[in-house]
């Protein structure tokens, strides 16, 4: 059996089948792993010791909304989105920290909390960092390089991924080897 890692994640969706399936994956990884079978249920399961939120988009009460009410109830844990949403523009002003798109990989659903507990520990910059990589990936997978040239909202990230970098305090060694461990992961499904 996989060593036990630290963190309390707890997994949202409509489909019953969907959230127990990770939920058993993660298990075998995770010490305290939660389920909530909808959007209301997340935010009824939802306390301070939560440290990531694997969230999906496409529900009667919307991820999105969820996501939203998350944040304005103060919540600070890590939320990854993932969905098989069409993960359009929109997304750029979404407060997550990373999406994935269904079907996904055992590994890299792994690989994608192991992250997230490990940038909570990271400073502001850095963090944000990542979150904006994570989007420009998702959007790069699912979108033609003409579009992409054409929106403002993928350009502005762009912008802000870079104004960021040259904020963070971390050698160039060491961001090489967590971008690369970050980008690894596949997030278009």
Known sequence: MAQE????????DDEREVVDAYALRLRTRYGD???????????AEMDESVDVVLLDRRMPYSGDKVLRDLRDQGYDCRVIMVTAVDPGFGITDMPFDDYL???????DLFAAVDQQLEAASYDDPLTAFFSLTAKLAVLEAEH?????????????????????????????ENFAEMRETFTAINRAG
Not at 33 to 43: I, P
Not at 101 to 107: D, G, L, S, V, Y
């Open 33 to 43: 792993v939660r389920t909530a079978y909808g959007g209301e249920q997340a935010l």
């Open 144 to 172: 033609a390089s003409e579009q992409l040239a054409e929106s403002g909202e993928y350009l502005r990230m762009q912008r802000r991924s870079d104004e960021l970098r040259e904020e963070l305090a971390v050698s160039e």
């Open 101 to 107: 798109c269904k079907p996904i990989e055992k590994a």
């Open 5 to 12: 890692r630290e963190g309390t994640i707890l997994v949202v």
